[in-house]
C-alpha cells in the first residue's frame, strides 16, 4: 500500500507561481512511476507531469511545457511540481499519483494505482 498526500494548493493571480508537494508512505519502494493530474469541473482528469524514480526521466503534457517542472526527493519519499506562468486555465484539482509497476504508457490514469485526495489550485485573472 501507497498512501499519497499533496499539499500547496491555493489560490493566486495569473502569471503567478505555486509549488505542490506530494508525499508518499508506506511501500514506497512499489512507485515506479510518480505523476501528476489535473480535473477541471466538467472535464476528464488529464495528466501533467511524471517523473521515474529510477532514471529520473520526466514527462510533461504540451500545456506543461516550459511553465512546470517536476522533480524528486528520494530520500524524502516526495515529488514536486513547480508551476510558473500560472494562467486561469490551469485551474483545475491536482492529484499526485503512483504507478507500482514500470509502464510504457506513463500519461494514461489507468497506469496509476494509487492516488492522493488532490488539492486546489485556482488561477485568477
Known amino acids: 500500500q501507497v498512501q499519497l498526500v499533496e499539499s500547496g494548493g491555493g489560490l493566486v493571480q495569473a502569471g503567478g507561481s505555486l509549488r505542490l508537494s506530494c508525499a508518499a508512505s508506506g511501500r514506497t519502494f512499489s512507485s515506479y512511476v510518480m505523476g501528476w493530474f489535473r480535473q477541471a469541473p466538467g472535464k476528464e482528469r488529464e495528466f501533467v507531469a511524471a517523473?521515474?524514480?529510477?532514471?529520473?526521466?520526466?514527462y510533461y503534457a504540451d500545456s506543461a511545457k516550459g511553465r512546470f517542472t517536476i522533480s524528486g526527493d528520494n530520500a524524502k519519499n516526495t515529488v514536486y511540481l513547480q508551476m510558473n506562468s500560472l494562467k486561469p486555465e490551469d485551474t483545475a484539482v491536482y492529484y499526485c499519483?503512483?504507478?507500482?509497476?514500470?509502464?510504457?504508457?506513463?500519461?494514461?490514469?489507468?497506469?496509476?494505482?494509487?492516488w492522493g485526495q488532490g488539492t486546489q489550485v485556482t488561477v485568477s485573472s
Open positions: 499519483a503512483a504507478a507500482a509497476t514500470a509502464a510504457w504508457n506513463i500519461m494514461e490514469v489507468t497506469t496509476y494505482h494509487y
Open positions: 517523473i521515474r524514480r529510477i532514471g529520473g526521466g520526466k
